[in-house]
């Protein structure tokens, strides 16, 4: 029932923020008064149905000193209150590339298993959030771009803003260069990894799950364990995808809050904040 209710939850989101339609049929983006909020997954800002922006992209402006000191703490502020709040619950619940992830994993082909040597690369996500979202933006004087991540990394740029505009207006191709191909190139390579790996790109390379993460271990949506109950059957970490020990650390930085580790056959996890564990279903 519970991962019934979040793949509804992610494609309404999905839909919903991407809900200017008439932008894909034109080509052109939407700039109306909704442009000026974010929304609290990966969302380009670029997509053609996009109605609000993406927080990494409000973020990179507003650290490059394109903004009034209002718009940077307004970023700022969202971003810590989404995370003292929910911690990573948006990666999980919120995210549409996150969705489309999920639901290539799906397809049956054989896992890589979960080792100890992905850990090491759980990290490149913050390397990445210092270097593209916060270093390099705060070089734009020195003639660095503004929105580093967006310009040279982020594939999502390709998959809901280059491509759809391709599609209506297939003159478009023609101005590519360099970095869309080494966007495009990662993008197709992220999706074939999507196969075999479960999120990779939530995993090793998004840095806002880099910032979200930060937050899990103090969130006010959190996991909790009652350690008289627990008897340590390792049901919790089976049931994880990313390998998780949930009894041992129901906060862990890379929870992404799906919680398809519930329910507890001894009845030891449950969900503090803004959630309750009910038996076989859990109420958000």
Same mark, same amino acid.
Do not use: H
């Given at each position: 029932m519970?991962?019934? /209710?979040?793949?509804?939850i992610?494609?309404?989101?999905?839909?919903?923020? !991407?809900?200017y339609f008439?932008?894909?049929?034109?080509g052109?983006?939407?700039?109306g !008064?909704l442009?000026?909020f974010?929304v609290?997954?990966?969302?380009?800002?670029?997509?053609?149905?996009?109605?609000?922006?993406c927080?990494l992209?409000?973020l990179?402006t507003s650290i490059?000193?394109?903004a009034?000191s209002q @718009?940077k703490?307004?970023?700022v502020?969202f971003l810590?209150?989404?995370?003292?709040?929910l911690?990573?619950f948006?990666c999980?619940?919120?995210c549409p590339?996150?969705?489309?992830?999920?639901?290539?994993? /799906?397809?049956?082909?054989?896992k890589v298993?979960?080792?100890k040597w992905?850990?090491?690369?759980e990290?490149l996500?913050?390397v990445?959030?210092i270097?593209f979202?916060?270093l390099l933006p705060?070089?734009g004087?020195?003639?660095m771009?503004?929105t580093?991540f967006?310009?040279?990394?982020?594939p999502?740029e390709?998959?809901e803003? !280059?491509l759809?505009?391709?599609?209506v207006?297939p003159s478009v191709?023609?101005?590519?260069?360099?970095l869309?191909?080494?966007k495009l @190139?990662?993008l197709v390579?992220i999706?074939?990894?999507s196969?075999?790996i479960?999120k990779?790109?939530?995993r090793?390379?998004?840095p806002?799950?880099a910032?979200?993460?930060?937050?899990n271990p103090?969130s006010l949506?959190r996991?909790?364990?009652?350690n008289q109950?627990?008897?340590a059957?390792?049901?919790c970490?089976?049931?994880?995808k990313?390998?998780i020990?949930?009894?041992e650390d129901?906060? !862990?930085?890379?929870?992404m809050?799906?919680n398809?580790?519930l329910?507890?056959?001894?009845?030891?996890l449950?969900?503090k904040?803004?959630g309750?564990?009910?038996?076989?279903?859990i109420?958000l």
């Open positions: 519970t991962r019934i /209710k979040r793949r509804a992610q494609f309404m989101t999905a839909i919903g923020i !991407n809900s008439i932008g894909f049929m034109e052109r983006i939407y700039q !008064n442009k000026k974010c609290p997954g990966l969302n380009c800002s670029s997509c053609p149905g996009a109605l609000g922006s927080p992209a409000m990179q490059a000193g394109g009034a @718009f703490l307004f970023i502020g810590a209150l989404m995370g003292i709040i911690g990573r948006a999980g619940w919120f590339f996150g969705l489309l992830q999920e639901l290539i994993f /799906k397809l049956p082909l054989p298993p979960i080792k992905f850990k090491p690369l990290n996500k913050y990445i959030l270097l979202v916060l705060a070089l004087a020195f003639g771009s503004s580093a967006c310009k040279y990394v982020c999502v390709v998959l803003a !280059n759809p505009l391709m599609i207006k191709m023609a101005t590519v260069g360099f869309f191909k080494w @190139f990662l390579v999706l074939l990894l196969a075999i479960f990779p790109f939530c090793f390379i998004c806002l799950g910032i979200y993460s930060l937050f103090i949506y996991l909790q364990v009652d109950k627990c008897t059957c390792t049901r970490q089976a049931q994880c990313l390998g020990a949930v009894y129901p906060n !862990n930085r890379e929870c809050r799906c398809e580790c329910p507890c056959p001894a009845q030891a449950e969900v904040g803004y309750k564990k009910t038996g076989q279903e109420e």
